[in-house]
């Protein structure tokens, strides 16, 4: 068992930049994959990005790629969304979720791939 804690949200103008955290407590993130996900005014929960835990390596949703990354501290039991060059389009609540054991990240892009769930944490941006 695993709780997430996302925070780091707010209103922003167009341009700007937030970064999300995403604490975790109850175990250690340790080997775990952990994604980004975000739910838009009237719109479905989509993907946004992956990190493998245990490593480096990000996968991301097109539209992010270049302007969000993802980063993580072991130590810390944290895993960090840094989004540069908002858009109005990112408005969203954004969730972090933990424990894909799908063998790539790429695969690790579904609601139903990951076993753990944050609350969310509000993003707005304004022009």
């Known amino acids: 068992q695993v709780q997430l804690v996302e925070s780091g949200g707010g209103l922003v103008q167009a341009g700007g930049s937030l970064r999300l955290s995403c604490a975790a407590s109850?175990?250690?993130?340790?080997?775990?994959?952990l994604g980004w996900f975000r739910r838009a005014p009237g719109k479905e929960r989509e993907f946004v990005g992956v990190?493998?835990?245990?490593?480096?390596?990000?996968y991301y949703l097109d539209s992010v790629r270049g302007r969000f990354i993802i980063s993580r501290d072991n130590a810390k039991n944290t895993v960090y969304l840094q989004m540069n060059s908002l858009k109005p389009e990112d408005t969203a609540v954004y969730y972090c979720?933990?424990?894909?054991?799908?063998?790539?990240?790429?695969?690790?892009?579904?609601?139903?791939?990951?076993?753990?769930w944050g609350q969310g944490t509000q993003v707005t941006v304004s022009s």
């Open positions: 990190i493998g835990w245990s490593g480096d390596s990000t």
């Open positions: 979720a933990a424990r894909c054991v799908r063998p790539t990240l790429s695969s690790c892009s579904k609601e139903s791939d990951f076993g753990s």
């Open positions: 109850g175990r250690t993130f340790t080997s775990y994959t």
